[in-house]
């Protein structure tokens, strides 16, 4: 049983102003596996003061005492991050395989990007008789989900402190354990006092807190899109900045050549990575019309074939998150149906042999792109294979969503991927796979505004100012 009832403020492990907790669940057993201290404004208001202390120093940090501090947090991350994979296995359901393989190095990933952007960095450039500055916005609210824990939390806390900035962290509620661990990993490599913050609770208490909060200069959301907008409408009073990376419903747009049949069943197993429950994921697959047939086929064996079971043991996916997700999901599977998208793998109910957690069938339906299961974000293993009659056709229907988070293209065509890509109103495109920790992460429309990951995750956290006259006119 993990307990962890004290919140880290100013540099040391502090119980809340006033004592209340919640257990924790493994979505595996829906046994309680631990227990966590839920805080309140008070708390806030505490790791707030301190934040601001410590920025007048912090803020003036040269880029060498910032670049020491976190390759120090660099080498306790490694030294832990085992543990992380552990925690992150226990608190929300990742496979062992993927939570020590692709979630902890997306937080050491993040952290090396960091690094290599601050050597580099140009916070000062003259531009004629102008000086033009790049200087830390100042106190931020860090408010991170569950789904993949390391990556929005170290996405947030490692470009903020590359950029002079303190800051105040509010984990998920239903994954807090590895976010416990990066705060001791944090104070473990000396991050100054104040610099850094965590309390844990409600999204809805602490998140409004730290939206509304007058010395709070920024917050960066990443979560829904209801939770979104009520963070900018809390945030507006105090005209801070606000950051939000939000849902998505994302189309894979596979074209008509040979290499139809790998790239379906590629898109399929994908879908199923995680549980389903990436904001990014290629939720809608859009293949040729003509090819329905094949492509049926293909998607129900590669669906069939993701193997589902304990997190511990040596299977491809495990349960989703909580009891409250897996009901969303089974509802949204019951509205598939009940629009009349055929069903070609997994359903409603549990996969055969589970009969304890919050495990999901690898689900996979034809339809519609008007049908809810195609218009709205389900956040589990549930994906939409959508006909196209030709490349406009294509296009149209993946830039008919509401929301703009990632887009996919796969084709053997090059150069028909890349007219493809130009064409959708989406904030990141995977061309036939590819990974980049440089490239700018973030949404269109209805998913969010702002970046992160690399040189444009650093701006974020940045003001700019203009000092007019630094150079005598020629």
Same mark, same amino acid.
């Given at each position: ?185 944090? =104070?473990? $490599? !000396?991050?100054? +006092? /104040? ?8 999204? #809805?208490?602490?998140?409004?807190? *730290? ?51 790998? =790239?379906? $069943? !590629?898109?399929? +197993? /994908? ?8 904001? #990014?994921?290629?939720?809608?697959? *859009? ?53 009349? $998208?055929?069903?070609? +793998? /997994? ?128």
């Amino acid at each position: 049983m993990r307990n962890y009832t004290q919140f880290y403020i100013d540099g040391q492990w502090v119980a809340p102003v006033t004592p209340r907790t919640t257990e924790v669940v493994n979505p595996a057993t829906e046994a309680v596996s631990g227990t966590i201290s839920l805080g309140s404004p008070a708390d806030v208001d505490k790791a707030v003061a301190a934040a601001r202390r410590a920025f007048a120093s912090y803020g003036d940090a040269s880029v060498a005492e910032r670049l020491d501090l976190l390759e120090a947090i660099q080498a306790e991350y490694l030294r832990r991050e085992a543990e992380l994979g552990a925690a992150i296995t226990e608190e929300m359901g990742a496979p062992a395989s993927l939570a020590n393989g692709f979630h902890t190095l997306l937080g050491k990933g993040h952290l090396a990007t960091a690094i290599d952007v601050l050597r580099t960095f140009k916070f000062e450039e003259q531009r004629g008789v102008t000086l033009i500055r790049k200087e830390p916005i100042g106190v931020c609210g860090l408010i991170t989900p569950w789904n993949w824990p390391m990556n929005q939390t170290c996405v947030k806390v490692f470009p903020a402190l590359a950029a002079g900035c303190t800051m105040i962290l509010k984990p998920p509620q239903l994954a807090p354990y590895s976010a416990q661990i990066l705060a001791e990993i944090l =104070h473990d $490599a !000396g991050v100054p +006092a /104040g610099v850094f913050n965590m309390i844990q609770g409600q999204g #809805s208490v602490i998140g409004a807190a *730290l939206s509304k909060h007058e010395d709070v200069d920024m917050i960066s959301f990443t979560g829904s899109e209801p939770v979104g907008v009520q963070i900018q409408k809390d945030a507006a009073d105090t005209v801070k900045r606000v950051g939000l990376e939000l849902g998505g419903k994302s189309a894979w747009i596979v074209l008509d050549d040979a290499s139809l049949a790998a =790239h379906v $069943a !590629g898109a399929t +197993a /994908g879908m199923m990575g995680n549980s389903g429950q990436t904001c #990014s994921a290629g939720s809608r697959l *859009l293949v040729p019309s003509a090819r329905l047939d094949e492509v049926r086929k293909v998607a129900a064996e590669a669906a069939d074939g993701v193997t589902v079971g304990d997190p511990t043991g040596n299977f491809a996916m495990g349960p989703v998150v909580s009891r409250s997700q897996y009901d969303i999901i089974q509802d949204y599977i019951g509205k598939g149906l009940a629009e009349g $998208a055929e069903l070609i +793998a /997994g359903g409603l109910g549990r996969p055969e042999g589970l009969d304890k957690g919050w495990y999901v069938r690898p689900t996979v339906f034809i339809g519609t792109n008007d049908m809810v299961i195609s218009r709205e974000e389900i956040f589990g293993p549930v994906l939409v294979i959508i006909g196209y009659d030709d490349i406009d056709d294509a296009v149209a229907i993946a830039n008919d969503s509401n929301f703009g988070l990632g887009g996919y293209v796969s084709g053997e065509d090059l150069d028909t991927c890349r007219a493809v890509s130009r064409r959708l109103r989406t904030g990141a495109i995977w061309v036939n796979g590819g990974f980049d920790f440089h490239a700018p992460f973030g949404g269109y429309k209805r998913s969010g505004n702002g970046r992160e990951w690399g040189e444009l995750g650093l701006h974020e956290y940045l003001e700019v100012k203009s000092i007019v006259g630094w150079a005598a006119p020629a």
